[in-house]
Structures are given as C-alpha cells and as structure tokens.
C-alpha cells in the first residue's frame, strides 16, 4: 500500500514534468491546477464508487481493515511509523544536496538552467527525476496520512497540508533539518488553533492566519535584510 | 568661450561607496568634452545626476552660469540637456519614425516632425528609411535614430554615453564627423569613454575620474594615450609582449564548413564557417555584436539544441557531435560571455562554482560523491595565483566584483590544463587592472603550447592578443589575417562585410 502511493504519487507529479520539459510551462500553475484536479477526483470516489454504503449518505469510504492501518508508535496516541520515514527522507536529502554530485546537479538547474548547460547537465532529465521524486513523497505522506491517523478517505482529509508544506520549507530556511524542526512549529499551530477553538471559542482559522503571517513577516524580513526603504 | 556647464563640489553617496566625491570641473560651450576613466570610476553616476536620473546628494551645477534644479529627464530636456545612452532605449517592433514620435515631449503635428526630421536627416547626411522597423536596422542604424531624435528636441548640450563600443572602424569615424558638425553648429558634446586613442582624436577637453574624485582637466592636444592612461589608473599598465609562434602547421582545431538552418528570425544563421587553430596559437574572431557570435558559441559549448552541418575536428576527432562534458575531458575549456548564471552561479560559493566546470574531474567528485577537500585547496589555488580579491574560498560568487569573478573562472579554467580554452568577450565590462592580468595569463597560456580562441568585439584587445585574426559578419567568417602589421584599413572593410 505504502509503495503504491509512492508511485500514484511519482506518477502524478510526472504530468508537470512532462509539460515543463516538452512545453515549457510553469510548473508552478501546472501543479497548483493539478492539485485541484486531484481533489475532484478523491471527490468523486467518496461519493461515488468507494462510498461506504454505511456511511448515511456522507460523503466517505468504508474504514480501513486493519491490515490496511500503520502501527502506532505509543499506545493510545496517535504518532504512526510515517514519522520515522519523514525523518529519515529529510536525513537523506540532506545528504543528497549536500555532499552528492546529483544534489549539485539539481540545485544548479534550481538557480539557472544555462549555468547547468554549461556545466553540461542534462536539465530535462533531471527535471523528470525530481517531480518524480518529489511526487513520490507526496504520495507517501498521502499514503501516510490516511492509513495512519485517519484510516479512511473522505472529502477534506487535508486541512491544507500541502500549502502548509510551502511555510514550512521557507520556514526550515530550504534546509533539510531545518525542515525537521520548522514542521513541529507548524505543527503546534495545528494543534494549537483546535484547542482555541475547544477552549477559548476562538475559531480555528486563526492558526491558518498565524502560518500567514509567519510566512509573510519571513520573506518581509529577508527582502528588508537584502534591500534598503528609502521614502522620497 | 564661457562655461555652458559647471560642476561644483558635486558629492553623490551610494550606500558603502562614494561614486562621487567632490567633483569640480567646468565645460566650455561649443566644445568635444570628454570624460574619461574606468568602470566604476564615477563616469556614469555624474552623467546621470546632469541628465536627471539621480540626484546629487551636495553640491550644485550652473548651465550657463545659472544655478539648476535637474530632478528628471524632462528639467534636463528643458534646459537643452539630451542624452544617447548606451544601451539603446528604442522599440523593436516599431517603426524609425513611430520611435522618433515617442521620444519628443512636446506637442508637433506629425507633418511638422517630419519636415524636422528630414531636414536634420539632410543637414548631417543621416541616411534613415522612416518607415523601416528597428528590428532590422544594423547597431549604427539604430544608434543614428537615437541621436536624430535627440536632436529633434533642439538641444544644446549632447551627452554620448561610450558610443563607440558597438561600433565598426568605419561607423566611428563617420560618428566622429557628424559629432564635429554638430559642434561647429552651436552644440556642446560631452563624451564618456575610456579608450584612449578615440579621445585625443576626437576632444578639445578630457576630466578624469578616477575612483570617484576628479584627478584634474586637461587639454587633449597636449596628451598622449600614455599619458592619458597613467593618469586615468594611477599606474602604467605593464606592456604585453607576444610571442610570436609557430612551429608546427599541423592545426590541433579545425571548423570545416559550419552552416545552420534556424527557422528563429532572431537568431543569424552561420554560413560555411572553416578556421583552423595550430598549437600555442591564439585566433581571434573580431566582429560587431549580433552577427553570429553567440550561435558559433553555442555550437562550440554544445549549449544549442538546433543541429548544424559541418566538422568540427579537434586532435583528429571529430567533436561535432560530442556533449560538453565529454569535450571538457578532452580537455578543451570554455568561458562564455555571460558571467552571472551562465560560467558561475551568483547564489552559489566559489568552491561549489568550481565543480560547475570541473565535475568531469575524479579528483572532484567519484562515484556521485564530491570531494569538497580537494575542491578547497583547487580554490584557494585559484584566489592565489589569479589575484582574486574574495573574502573566502566559500564566499558567494555573486558577491565578488566583475574583474574578480572572470580572474577566477578563467583561472579555474587555465588551472584545469586544457589543451584548447575558447573564451567569448573575455574581458567585458570589468576593471583595466583585471582586465591587463587576464591578458597577460592567457598570453603566457599561449606560450605553454595551448591553443586559445576569443571571439570579443573590442578589435584592439584581439590585436593585442592575437596572432590570427578573422571577422564574422551576418553568420559568415572571413579568411584570417596575421595580427603582425595588420591594415586597419582592410580590417575595417572587413567588419563592414567586405569580404567574400
């Protein structure tokens, strides 16, 4: 199960390759439109063909059997081996980027693909061999999520996560380990923005405008570290 | 004759360097007034407050013994200030005539700019089709359009900013002529450069600028190039001498019949180039930009993805087809003529930038892993021996200067040991101090017995350079000639694309 989403997830992220390299597009738009693309179809599957015919007319699939669910770490909360696989992907692609010949390949094709011609990398390669790496650790935090704490599928299995991913790498400085320590911030904001709601009444979506503001006083910071305001 | 201009104790603060720092000097009215010095000197950033792009922080500047206020282009065109930039601000996809009604501010019927613009079109022997689009004009073409619409404004001062650079021998000395008659009508000329010869040519009157300060004003007449640039430097730049070779006939590089079919209307297609390099000899390839330089690069480098027909033969093997990393372990090395993102990577550190060229090497990387040790020492060489000014061999390349970072790729690639070192435009806008050390490296490159080809549109670093020298014009090359006692004239010829 793991290793099907890995490759749903690789094979998704393949379409954006494939338009890059033989079209040119962004892959920015490309992924941003396919993610909603995705959601309409985990939409139509909850609804339709994998509806869990116990479900009341809500829009959800038949739990999990228990095979189908990750072990917990601690009995009694809800911490699954996914963390131990996220840790070590972030081990990894530290070493990847830092020490390997491959890793420098991507990052010089990251900062300009002229540079990697004249360095005589094969960009459109290495293009595909990303999104589909990259694609395969989606699919495996996909795949992580809804057999681990969730144990079925339904409409809004992601509050945000993906987007979420987005604060959390700028967050982690683009650093590996970085990443490590900034998803457990973010990760509080989570926990912490159902609480409020819980005890304070305070609603939820506060969290969301927190990671906002993080994100966006970060990148204020670092544009403000570069340049200089000058009124006239 | 009175002042038209006067600098007084102009001052102009950048954040951690004074561009420039008390200048003072006056420019006569009717007189070719130059402003000489190097890159960076301040040539620019005084040019700008005159013209209204930026402001000076202290100081004040009389036109005609009148304190002004200059705060946009538009006080500058008022009071008769106009300026020819250097990187040409015209529409590509408009006409001559649609780009000269853009440039005046005030209100003329189109009958009337006309009249005016044939009259100055007649006056000064301009020879413009109006209706042409800029994109098929030449650089000269274009650089004409941009004078006749800044003389369409009536001005009484005209700023060239380095006019020359794009030039042919021909174009200037035409340039040169009109800019004469221009004068002996009533206007002023200030001229920015830093070549030395076209300045004791063409000006009553030199400032140099150096590191932001004035070092003083003098008359033309009574200077010498030397002269000129010891003080534009403040030391005499040590004389090059070249070997000449060569021994051997055998070429080690050869281009037999180079042609390519591109269907881009934007890019010159490359007509039956041959050329051949022997060893230890160094070949130039002079021509004005945009006739085809950046496609032979891209064909030599294997950046292009179009195909070609024709050889390309080095050590008797045919590299036409091969990938730019197999032809860097045949240890032939490039610079391109674009530093930041193209041969070095601005975000990244030198000692990663070095990998950039040098991942072929098994010192470097094995089996997928790098060896930042060796990597370190192969940098620190560099900085060592090639002068390079950097805080660290992990500072950020984007964080060195022009003329550091090309000392240290084309040391990073002279240390490589190639056999044969290609370099596009090799010192391109960096400082003269850099620029006479890289010079004087790849000479003595040339006299290990390695083989150097430099395509570069400035003519007199080639001859300087060069023992053979060809010209590209519209995608096809000339036969070469030897640089020794070379005739300008015929060079020149050449470079108009008088050659079959």
Same mark, same amino acid.
């Given at each position: ?27 920015? %738009? ?11 179809? %985990?939409?139509? %599957? ?24 990750? $072990? ?36 010089v094709?990251?900062y300009s693909?002229k540079a990697?011609?004249y360095a ?28 681990? $704490? ?25 650093? $590996? ?25 305070? $609603? ?29 | ?98 780009? &000269? ?125 030397? *002269? &000129? ?66 496609? &032979? ?38 610079v391109t003529?674009q530093r930041l993102g193209h041969s070095a990577v601005p975000e990244m550190t030198l000692?990663e930038n070095v990998l950039l060229s ?38 950020k390349a984007g964080e060195l200067?022009g003329?550091n970072l090309q000392?240290f790729i084309i040391?990073r ?6 056999? &044969? ?34 395509? *570069? ?44």
């Amino acid at each position: 199960m793991i290793l099907f989403g890995g490759i749903g997830g690789a094979l998704w992220g393949l379409i954006p390759a494939i338009l890059k390299t033989k079209f040119n597009t962004n892959e920015i %738009l490309t992924s941003l439109m396919l993610t909603y693309i995705a959601i309409l179809i %985990l939409d139509y %599957l909850v609804v339709g063909p994998w509806k869990d015919p116990a479900s009341y007319g809500l829009p959800k699939s038949r739990p999990f059997p228990e095979s189908g669910r990750l $072990p917990v770490l601690i009995d009694g909360l809800r911490a699954h081996i996914g963390v131990y696989f996220s840790i070590l992907i972030a081990i990894i692609s530290y070493y990847v980027f830092n020490k390997t010949l491959f890793g420098y390949k991507l990052k010089v094709t990251g900062y300009s693909s002229k540079a990697s011609k004249y360095a005589g990398f094969k960009s459109n390669q290495l293009i595909i061999f990303t999104f589909l790496i990259s694609g395969a650790c989606a699919g495996l935090a996909g795949i992580f999520e809804v057999s681990g $704490p969730i144990g079925l599928l339904y409409r809004d299995i992601s509050p945000n996560y993906g987007f979420t991913a987005i604060i959390v790498a700028f967050l982690g400085r683009l650093n $590996p380990i970085g990443i490590i320590l900034s998803s457990l911030i973010i990760a509080l904001t989570y926990l912490g923005a159902e609480d409020a709601q819980l005890f304070l009444k305070i $609603p939820s979506s506060v969290g969301f405008v927190f990671q906002g503001l993080v994100l966006f006083f970060l990148l204020g910071a670092d544009f403000l570290n570069k340049y200089k305001v000058i009124i006239k | 004759m009175s002042n038209i201009i006067e600098f007084q104790n102009i001052s102009k603060f950048y954040p951690g360097v004074i561009a420039n720092d008390d200048i003072s000097f006056s420019i006569k009215q009717q007189s070719i007034h130059a402003i000489l010095g190097e890159n960076g000197a301040g040539k620019s950033t005084l040019v700008k407050i005159l013209y209204g792009h930026s402001f000076h922080d202290s100081g004040q500047i009389l036109i005609n013994s009148r304190q002004v206020k200059i705060k946009n282009p538009f006080d500058a065109k008022k009071l008769g200030i106009n300026m020819v930039f250097q990187h040409f601000s015209l529409f590509e996809s408009l006409s001559v005539y649609e780009n &000269l009604i853009l440039g005046i501010d005030e209100n003329l019927s189109f009958k009337k700019l006309k009249e005016n613009t044939i009259e100055i079109c007649n006056k000064y022997g301009f020879n413009l089709n109006l209706d042409s689009p800029i994109s098929s004009l030449s650089v000269g073409e274009r650089q004409t359009v941009e004078i006749v619409r800044a003389l369409l404004n009536n001005p009484k001062i005209l700023i060239l900013d380095e006019p020359t650079s794009v030039l042919t021998p021909f174009e200037i000395e035409r340039l040169f002529n009109i800019i004469k008659k221009l004068v002996k009508d009533g206007l002023t000329v200030l001229f920015i450069s830093h070549k030395l010869e076209e300045i004791i040519n063409l000006t009553n009157y030199v400032t140099i600028l150096r590191s932001g300060k004035v070092i003083g004003t003098y008359e033309t007449h009574k200077e010498s190039p030397e *002269s &000129l640039g010891l003080k534009m430097l403040g030391y005499e730049v040590p004389a090059l001498n070249k070997k000449q070779v060569i021994n051997s006939d055998k070429s080690i590089f050869e281009i037999k019949n180079l042609s390519t079919n591109y269907s881009d209307p934007f890019s010159v297609n490359l007509k039956d180039i041959n050329l051949q390099i022997k060893k230890g000899e160094i070949m130039g390839i002079a021509g004005v930009a945009g006739n085809g330089q950046n496609e &032979l690069m891209d064909i030599l480098t294997n950046e292009s993805d179009e195909n070609f027909q024709g050889e390309i033969i080095f050590k008797n093997i045919n590299i036409s087809k091969l990938s730019t990393f197999e032809k860097r372990k045949l240890s032939i090395s490039f610079v391109t003529e674009q530093r930041l993102g193209h041969s070095a990577v601005p975000e990244m550190t030198l000692e990663e930038n070095v990998l950039l060229s040098l991942n072929y090497k098994s010192d470097f990387s094995k089996n997928d892993l790098i060896n930042f040790d060796n990597i370190s020492d192969y940098t620190k060489k560099i900085i060592k021996e090639f002068n390079v000014s950097a805080p660290s061999s992990i500072s950020k390349a984007g964080e060195l200067s022009g003329g550091n970072l090309q000392k240290f790729i084309i040391g990073r690639e002279i240390l490589s040991n190639p056999d &044969l070192l290609i370099l596009s435009q090799p010192t391109w806008g960096i400082d003269v101090g850099s620029e006479s050390f890289i010079r004087k490296s790849l000479l003595e490159l040339s006299e290990k017995g390695i083989s150097i080809l430099i395509i *570069s549109h400035d003519i007199e670093e080639l001859i300087e350079l060069c023992h053979q020298i060809s010209v590209i014009y519209q995608g096809k090359l000339s036969k070469s000639l030897t640089t020794e006692n070379v005739d300008m004239t015929q060079l020149g010829k050449y470079m108009g694309g008088l050659f079959d």
